[in-house]
C-alpha cells in the first residue's frame, strides 16, 4: 500500500472555474476526511465520510463546495466558481474504523490549489 | 469551543541544541493530543501521540508529555538536527464516537535548524 494518494498535486485556474480533485485512501479505511490548509495556517476541517457517508460538514465548506465518495473507495472534492480565496493547500486523510489507539488518520501530500 | 494554540515561529536553532516547541489546548472531555510534521514538499505525517492524562509519546527523539493539569502538550528534543527542519502541528481529537475523530490543528511552528 502506497498510503494516500491525491491527484493532482498542483491545479492553476481562472476564477470562476469549477475544479474536481481527487483522493484515493488507504485500502480498507473506512473514514476519509477533507482539509484545508492555508498558508502559515494549520489544517482546518473541511468534511468526512464512514464509508460512503458524509456524517459531517463544516460551516467552511460552502455551497459550492461537494464531495462525495460514491462506493466507499476514493473521494473527490469539487468546486464550482472557485474565487481567489479558495486558494490553498487541500489535505485528504483516511483512517481505519474503530475507537481504539491506533486510529490515527493518515495524511496524503495535498493539492495545492491556486486561482488567478 | 476545542481549539490549540501553539507558540509562534519560526523557531531557530543550532544543531545539537534543546528544542521545546510549545502547545496548549481547550477541550470538554479527554481527547487524543498528536503532534504532526511536515517537511518541504510533503505531506503531514504522525510523529507521536498520547491518548490519556499523563502519557508520553515518543518517536525520532522527540517527546510530549500530556499534562491535563496545564492542558499542555509540549513537544521536546534534546539535540536537534538539520534534517528536523520543518513545520510542526500540534493537534486534538475528541473520542471517535463524537466528532468522527476530525483533528483541530494549532497553527504550526516552523523549525529551522543551522549547522
Known amino acids: 500500500d502506497t498510503g494516500v494518494s491525491q491527484d493532482p498535486r498542483h491545479k492553476i485556474t481562472k476564477r470562476g472555474q469549477n475544479v474536481t480533485f481527487r483522493c484515493d485512501p488507504i485500502s480498507e479505511h473506512n473514514r476519509l476526511y477533507w482539509y484545508r490548509q492555508t498558508l502559515g495556517q494549520g489544517p482546518e476541517f473541511l468534511t468526512y465520510f464512514q464509508n460512503e457517508a458524509q456524517l459531517e460538514k463544516s460551516r467552511l465548506l460552502s455551497d459550492r463546495f461537494s464531495a462525495e465518495r460514491p462506493k466507499g473507495s476514493f473521494s473527490t472534492l469539487e468546486i464550482q466558481r472557485t474565487e481567489q480565496g479558495d486558494s490553498a493547500m487541500y489535505l485528504c486523510a483516511s483512517s481505519p474504523l474503530g475507537q481504539g489507539l491506533n486510529t490515527e488518520a493518515f495524511f496524503g501530500q495535498g493539492t495545492r490549489l491556486t486561482v488567478v | 469551543g476545542n481549539s490549540v494554540t501553539q507558540m509562534e515561529g519560526p523557531v531557530t536553532l543550532s544543531e545539537e541544541a534543546f528544542l521545546t516547541i510549545n502547545c496548549t489546548y481547550t477541550a470538554t472531555g479527554y481527547p487524543s493530543l498528536f503532534w504532526y510534521v511536515q517537511y518541504p514538499g510533503e505531506g503531514l505525517q504522525l510523529l507521536l501521540k498520547?491518548?490519556?492524562?499523563?502519557d508520553k509519546g515518543s518517536n525520532k527523539g522527540f517527546e510530549a508529555t500530556y499534562r491535563k493539569e496545564t492542558t499542555s502538550f509540549h513537544l521536546e528534543k534534546g539535540s536537534v538536527q538539520v534534517s528536523d527542519s520543518a513545520v510542526y502541528f500540534c493537534a486534538l481529537r475528541r473520542p471517535i464516537y463524537n466528532q468522527g475523530g476530525k483533528l483541530i490543528f494549532g497553527q504550526g511552528t516552523e523549525l529551522s535548524v543551522k549547522p
Open positions: 498520547a491518548t490519556k492524562a499523563d
